[in-house]
């Protein structure tokens, strides 16, 4: 038996060959090689990732909602006044992180920087980040069935389709008011296929801790309905020591996009408090939510490119019980 590496120790390879050619990771009875992804994001986990403070070269201040900047910085002075009370708005966008200075830009002839929204501010505060980030969306797809391969194998089409865009708030808002929809068309009768807090936090938490970097930006989140769960799919796996297990420990973890996190915990969802709730609790708020409606709880699949949640559908549920 050997023991699994720490994080911070990742990859193992042969060191002859170097991380990129030389590490393998256990699939079946072989080895396969790790992607060059792969070994970026195990890499990472030496560092802090600071993707999410990447200021976004062409984006402009214009670019950045005046209403959820408002809300923002109305929060923040009231959570943190002796922090805030004499700082400017434009000082105080740059302390949180939401904008930054480019010194890149050939069209300021003074020589001096530009201020610019960062990525996690575009996401959180931004009117249509995908101006800049045509990828960063949730896609969303309902299947006929309870299989992929009903679509792609037998050649059935796909009941509904949908990309949802705009800031992070906007697209959860409007994907969970979709599903909710959606699930609606499969059992008309008795409880909601699916709690609303459930799905709100399950797609939350896929944009706020997927991964942002170059190699994932081309990316979408995944939706997928079927007619017995819903699986919602983001790119990156869990980061530093958060784990399956650690999910449901009421313990700090580690946070791939820190602060996008902060931001979001001081924007308003639409009709409904902050995006981001409680510290960031919401796997635990998942699981105590389907444990009180005697649903059973949701499958994580964690992998280094990728993380997915399973969320059974009531039906289900009520036919396996029969």
């Keep these: 038996v050997v023991d699994e590496m720490l994080p911070r120790?990742?990859?193992?390879?042969?060191?002859?060959?170097?991380?990129?050619?030389?590490?393998?990771?256990?699939?079946?009875?072989?080895?396969?090689?790790?992607?060059?992804?792969?070994?970026?994001?195990?890499?990472?986990?030496?560092?802090?990732?600071?993707?999410?403070?990447?200021?976004?070269?062409?984006?402009?201040?214009?670019?950045?909602?005046?209403?959820?900047?408002?809300?923002?910085l109305a929060d923040e002075r009231a959570k943190h006044g002796h922090?805030?009370?004499?700082t400017s708005d434009e000082e105080m966008l740059l302390d949180l992180r939401a904008i930054g200075r480019s010194f890149a830009d050939e069209s300021n002839e003074s020589g001096g920087t530009t201020l610019r929204p960062t990525l996690a501010g575009l996401l959180a505060l931004g009117r249509y980040p995908q101006k800049f980030y045509p990828r960063l969306?949730?896609?969303?797809?309902?299947?006929?069935?309870?299989?992929?391969?009903?679509?792609?194998?037998?050649?059935?089409?796909?009941?509904?389709?949908?990309?949802?865009?705009?800031?992070?708030?906007?697209?959860?808002?409007?994907?969970?008011?979709?599903?909710l929809d959606w699930s609606r068309t499969t059992c008309t009768a008795g409880p909601p296929q699916y709690p609303e807090t459930v799905l709100r936090e399950a797609i939350s938490n896929a944009l706020i801790h997927r991964d942002y970097s170059p190699d994932a930006v081309g990316?979408?989140?995944h939706v997928d309905l079927f007619t017995d769960r819903i699986e919602i799919t983001n790119p990156g796996g869990l980061f530093g020591a958060v784990t399956k297990h650690t999910l449901r420990q009421p313990v700090s973890g580690s946070t791939r996009n820190p602060f996008l996190c902060s931001l979001l915990d001081s924007v308003p969802y639409p009709g409904d408090g902050m995006v981001l709730r409680d510290s960031g609790t919401g796997y635990r708020r998942i699981e105590a939510t389907l444990?009180?409606?005697?649903?059973?709880?949701?499958?994580?699949?964690?992998?280094?490119?990728?993380?997915?949640?399973?969320?059974p559908a009531m039906s289900a549920v009520s036919a396996a019980g029969a």
């Design 9 to 72: 120790e990742k990859p193992c390879y042969f060191t002859a060959a170097g991380p990129y050619n030389g590490s393998y990771i256990r699939t079946g009875d072989g080895d396969r090689r790790l992607t060059t992804y792969e070994v970026d994001r195990l890499l990472e986990e030496h560092r802090q990732p600071e993707h999410d403070i990447a200021v976004v070269e062409g984006a402009t201040l214009d670019d950045l909602s005046p209403a959820l900047v408002q809300a923002l």
């Design 291 to 311: 444990r009180n409606e005697h649903r059973p709880g949701a499958r994580i699949d964690n992998s280094i490119d990728s993380f997915r949640i399973t969320i």
């Design 83 to 86: 922090v805030f009370a004499n």
């Design 219 to 221: 990316t979408p989140v």
């Design 137 to 179: 969306t949730i896609s969303a797809a309902m299947f006929p069935g309870v299989s992929r391969d009903e679509v792609f194998a037998t050649g059935r089409e796909l009941v509904r389709t949908a990309v949802f865009v705009g800031s992070i708030p906007t697209m959860v808002s409007d994907a969970v008011e979709a599903l």
